[in-house]
């Protein structure tokens, strides 16, 4: 376990984190003329599962070697430029997602080395805070009231200070 403690604190130094910032920017500069569609969009589009897309990459095939296999109404140039960058984009896809989960496993990992041996473990959040926390007793009737004020409803339960 030291060695991975060693990784964590000189993962990424502040410089190295700026750099990220600044490629990031980038990138949404980039994308930003691409759409972006709302979660109900995405969910009433045609999802290519494997066996779909198998079937989208041998029709491809197919008019590529046979172009005039649909009818003509149908615009196989399109069909074939589409399909070419459907396909260049979903190696993007794939290549960014795996950066992105390492970067989520570092804060993940930084997280959880920060909490398990830094912080005191009597001052870890264990339950939701109650009156009856030894620790928020001093304070818990002005959170009570501070939470009322704001228009929120209190649990009745909880506040039997």
Known sequence: MEKSKMVLTSALTPAQIDELRDLLMQLQTLLD???SLTP???QRL??????????????ATLLQTNPTWLPNSLDTSRFLADYAIS???????????????????????????????????????????????????????????????????????????
């Open 33 to 35: 003329p691409l759409p």
């Open 40 to 42: 109900k969009q995405r």
């Open 46 to 59: 045609t999802k290519q599962g494997s066996k779909s897309q198998g079937f989208v990459t041998y029709t």
């Open 87 to 161: 396909d260049r984009i979903l190696e993007q896809c794939n290549q960014l997602r795996q950066l992105s989960d390492r970067l989520s496993d570092l804060y993940l990992l930084l997280n959880d080395s920060t909490m398990n041996e830094y912080c005191p473990r009597n001052l870890q959040p264990t339950q939701s805070p109650t009156a009856q926390s030894p620790r928020l007793k001093p304070t818990y009737p002005e959170l009570s009231q501070r939470f009322i004020g704001q228009g929120r409803t209190a649990n009745p339960n909880s506040l039997s200070a």
